[in-house]
């Protein structure tokens, strides 16, 4: 009987152990967690939604041109129906195209496409977003 005693000693001593293992490692990811959430609220800067766009890529297919236009929201809020235009002018007569983007997150990217009848020369297109809402 004594060694049988010792014995549920033992693996009571382990799982004691593996209790007090267990709850530091725990503890110590709340602490990490909620430093974590407090530094990340001091941080946070609030920056106001604006966009950048700049041309990823354009194309030619069937007469009509393609540009992909690259937007990045800068700010730190999300926005809602953007509309990006382009303009390219040819011959003394303004081409302009649009799109809507439907969603842009905080600091996030996304792409439309822009679609012109006639030839686009990168450097003779002027992109900008016209408007947005706050989601």
Avoid: C
């Avoid at 593996?18 to 490692?25: D, H, K, N, Q």
């Avoid at 609030?46 to 236009?69: C, E, L």
């Amino acid at each position: 009987m004594n060694r049988s005693v010792k014995i549920n000693r033992k693996a009571d001593r382990r799982t004691e152990l593996l209790e007090w293992a267990i709850a530091v490692i725990s503890g110590v990811s709340v602490a990490a967690l909620f430093g974590y959430l407090l530094l990340s609220a001091i941080m946070s800067s609030d920056k106001p939604t604006f966009f950048d766009t700049h041309v990823a890529t354009i194309r030619q297919s069937d007469g009509f041109n393609y540009v992909t236009v690259s937007v990045t929201n800068m700010g730190s809020h999300a926005a809602a129906d953007i509309t990006v235009t382009g303009s390219v002018e040819r011959d003394g007569k303004e081409e302009r195209a649009s799109a809507n983007l439907d969603y842009a997150p905080a600091e996030s990217r996304s792409e439309v496409t822009l679609v012109f009848s006639g030839e686009v020369v990168q450097e003779a297109l002027d992109l900008r977003v016209e408007g947005y809402r706050d989601p």
